[in-house]
């Protein structure tokens, strides 16, 4: 199946500073999510991406979609203790079942800020 | 949250006995997913649903059965537990008119020994 290149596979930060991770993909994908997991939870989404070129804020996060499709990038501003956790991005494809969609993860992002 | 409960959030149990998962959701979604999550290989798609009574497998089926007997419920079952299924299993949800992200509940951590 499609795999998905996500990096960097950790980074520890100051406080303050920005953080930029990618991913990218073998494979052309029709969107692009951002999610976000802390211990003992699910991923919660952060962004979502439809159409290649798309560039797309949440508060300190932008994330943009690719115009080849095939990669997206995620950017924080200004980090802040509570960013702390891992940041997973996801291609999504038609699947095979009457409109599903499927998801291919990328291995995750984790993300440790200094104070 | 999205309206996603997944019972249990942990369990313990032998190598060889049967589990079942379940995610109930209150969205009124039609598609539902599960997913394994394990350290080096992210989040695999297990099986999905997009109606009642319609599964289809995903990438890690061998070893899981599903069933969905009405909208808000989709059950995940170990017909036989095996070590190599100890993991953080995941439900998801998404609704139907074009290409809806997926919404992801807490997780059940299940251990197997």
């Known amino acids: 199946g499609q795999q998905l290149n996500q990096s960097p596979q950790s980074m520890f930060i100051q406080e303050g500073e920005d953080v930029s991770m990618n991913c990218t993909s073998s494979s052309i994908f029709n969107t692009w999510l951002w999610y976000k997991q802390d211990p003992g939870e699910g991923p919660v989404l952060l962004i979502a991406l439809y159409k290649a070129g798309e560039l797309t804020s949440n508060g300190r996060l932008t994330a943009q979609f690719g115009i080849t499709r095939k990669d997206s990038f995620l950017n924080i501003s200004a980090s802040i203790p509570s960013d702390v956790g891992i940041y997973f991005c996801a291609g999504q494809l038609m699947g095979s079942g009457a409109g599903s969609y499927q998801l291919t993860f990328g291995k995750g992002t984790k993300l440790s800020v200094i104070p | 949250d999205a309206g996603i409960t997944q019972s249990p959030r942990h369990k313990v149990t032998e190598t060889g006995t049967p589990v079942t998962l379940r995610c109930h959701q209150t969205?009124?979604?039609?598609?539902m997913y599960w997913y394994r999550q394990d350290p080096g290989h992210g989040l695999r798609l297990i099986h999905y649903s997009y109606g009642v009574k319609d599964t289809d497998k995903g990438e890690v089926s061998d070893g899981y059965s599903v069933s969905r007997s009405k909208t808000e419920d989709f059950l995940l079952t170990l017909e036989s537990a095996t070590s190599s299924q100890t993991s953080v299993y995941f439900c998801?949800?998404?609704?139907?008119?074009?290409?809806?992200?997926?919404?992801f509940g807490d997780g059940t951590r299940l251990s197997i020994l």
């Open positions: 969205e009124n979604h039609r598609y």
């Open positions: 998801a949800i998404s609704g139907t008119g074009g290409n809806q992200p997926q919404h």
